[in-house]
Structure formats: C-alpha cells, structure tokens
C-alpha cells in the first residue's frame, strides 16, 4: 500500500479507536465500540462483522460499530458484497476503508499529502474528525496531522 495512504488508515484508527485500545487489540482490527483501553470489548472471530448492538449511553443510541475503523454492521453487509469480501479479516476491513476514502474523493489529496484537505472530506464517515457534528468526542486537526506524521504519511510542502 502507498505509503500515505497507509499513514491516513494508521491516523483514522487513531482518532477512532485510540494508541492505548490499538495496543490492546489486534491493532484495533478486532475492537466494538464502546471498549476502553481498561475494559476493551474485543471479538475473536473474523468470519463475519460481530454484529453487537452496543447502548452508548452518551449518545443514546445502540451501535454496531466494529474493526479498525468503526464500521457499522448494515454497510460492512453492502460493502461484503459491492467489494466480493470473503471476511471481516484486518484486509477487508481496510479494503472498506480505502473504498471510504474512494468515495469522500480524497484518495489523489492523500497520494499527493494534502491531509489537511482530506481530512475535512472524510468527516461524514468518522465521528472523531474534526467538525463531524455527532455528539462524540471529535479530535484537532493538529491531533490527526501528529498521528499521520508518526505513521510515516508525508504533508505537501
């Protein structure tokens, strides 16, 4: 995978998921939502999405959020299928992801290092990015940038 494009999945899973509940896990690829780096909720298989409705007390909804970058049962389904995904491996869920990117049109801003650009795009498909307006804790943009430096993604000079 390109390296910038790796980067911007690392700082996605950061930003959902967190470093301390990434070291928990399996990188945050077998995570539900609702899990903390002290009380992680994890599934041990990857055969198919987990498929747990989580009451999120916060936000007063039920969940079913799962994997690396939070994927929510009902679009996993559609995507197992729009994809021909045989799983919900670690491979498919980032083949998901980039097909998230695909369609925010933000792919050719993250080959060329414009984050800054790309991460405002990508706001109605993560909670945790700047300006998403869920009712969940959104992170700085200067959050996302450190986390996508630190994966080794390079900013357009």
């Known amino acids: 995978m390109e390296p910038n494009r790796k980067a911007f999945l690392d700082m996605i899973a950061v930003s959902e998921i967190g470093k301390d509940l990434l070291a928990v896990s399996d990188n945050g690829y077998n995570v539900i939502v609702g899990s903390t780096p002290s009380k992680p909720i994890l ?15 916060h936000l007063q909804l039920h969940s079913t959020a ?13 995507y197992k299928e729009e994809l021909k995904l045989p799983d919900f491996s670690p491979s498919s869920q980032d083949a998901i992801c980039i097909q998230y990117l695909r369609e925010c049109r933000v792919l050719k801003d993250i080959d060329a290092g414009r984050i800054i650009v790309a991460i405002p795009k990508c706001k109605s498909r993560w909670a945790s990015f700047p300006g998403a307006d869920c009712g969940q804790h959104e992170n700085k943009m200067e959050q996302l940038i450190a986390a996508y430096q630190q994966a080794g993604g390079a900013i357009a000079g």
């Open 43 to 57: 599934f041990t298989s990857y055969a198919d999405h987990p498929r747990k409705r989580i009451w999120l007390e």
């Open 66 to 78: 799962a994997g690396r970058y939070q994927i929510l049962a009902h679009l996993f389904d559609f």
